[in-house]
């Protein structure tokens, strides 16, 4: 392997947004958008990094929005759940056409479908060199799937945390609303949060300072660059 292919992480934790599955269409699922970002997820494997992704849901549901006030908060968290398991299902049908092994784990039991998320079977199946798909976010209402995404990164002492999202870093402002916005090649956590910045909510971002965990934000717009950051390319911010 030629030296500038050695990865610089040798374990990490992506973050798929629902809304990037989507594609264009912005609800449902885009399979030439998953087939791409397969493929790349694939080149990773192949190049010896161990990878868990945490998908979102919000192609089909958010819970708190989607509720809009009309259903009942943790029953319409608990949807946003189950919809997480229909995108986790579709990423790993997709990786498994490409001969690229496969776990899902959910941290809701739905046993038919899934494996419950255990920790040490999921360092395991990592170890062994396979992709782990993690769904139903950390189980519980009220957390985001971006807290989650830190959650299991803590738990599985993941190098860093990768969030492909539809911005290439993290702006001073909304890039869409303020012409004048700037995106910060590095930033603290600190001045994340007291900033207001949209990069996770403030639990994700707190829980990633407390355990010490980079997150690399940047867009997936091209999905090479899940390829290019873990390879140790500048990309995005860095948030640490």
Known sequence: ?????????????IKLSGEALAGEKRFGLDFDVMTKVCRVIKKC????????????????????????????RTRADHMGMMATVMNALAVAD?????????????????????????RLKADKHLKNGRV????????????????????????LNADAILMAKNEDGVYSADPKLDPFATRFETISYDEVLSRHLAVMDSTATSLSMDN?????VFA??????????IMGEKIGTVVG
């Not at 819970?63 to 009942?72: H, Q, T």
């Open 132 to 155: 782990v798909i993690f769904g139903c976010g950390t189980g519980h209402p009220y957390f985001s799937t971006d807290t989650a995404v830190v959650l299991r990164a803590a738990e």
């Open 220 to 229: 997936l717009k091209d999905p090479e660059n899940i390829y290019r950051v």
């Open 212 to 216: 010490n965990i980079p997150v690399i």
């Open 45 to 72: 494997v192949d190049a010896g990094v161990e990878i868990g992704i945490v998908v979102g849901a919000g192609n089909f549901w958010r819970g708190v929005k989607d509720g809009g006030g009309k259903i009942e």
């Open 94 to 118: 997709v990786l498994e056409q490409m001969n690229v092994s496969v776990r899902v784990q959910t941290a809701l039991e739905i046993r038919a479908v899934a494996e419950p998320y255990i």
């Open 1 to 13: 392997m030629a030296e500038q292919d050695v990865p610089v992480y040798k374990r990490v934790l």
